[in-house]
């Protein structure tokens, strides 16, 4: 059973991860006329990292707390949400703005940070293991 601070814990990262997500599509799909345009850069590529790296970071801690236990199959689960939900954004980038284009390898970056990360859970779930 969870404490009350553990279910506030659990209900924290449930609401960053849910806010990131939507931050996320925000970035990606609001026009920012005010800030300059560099093209195509390098740092785009390191921004895409980061978000999908985050995203998989609080999704994975989310479901973590939730079943008190790291399950490689949840976070496999988080790995596909982020890769559909950058491929879905680049869709909508593509389509409803006039601004920002479709691009491979920000897929390609998303991809990269949302492994990343879950890497992380298992190479945390395996020193768990030897642990216990």
Partial sequence: MLTDNSLALKNTIFSLA??????????????????????????????????????????????WLKYNEIKISKNVLVLLASLCYGILIEILQETFTETRHADVYDVMANLLGALVAFGLFVIIKKQKTVNN
Avoid: E, R
């Fill in 18 to 63: 849910i806010g990131w997500t939507i931050l996320i599509a925000f970035l990606c799909l609001v026009k920012f006329t005010d800030l300059p345009s560099f093209g195509v850069s390098v740092v785009d590529k390191y921004v895409h990292f980061t978000f999908h790296f985050v995203f998989t970071m609080f999704w994975g801690i989310y479901y």
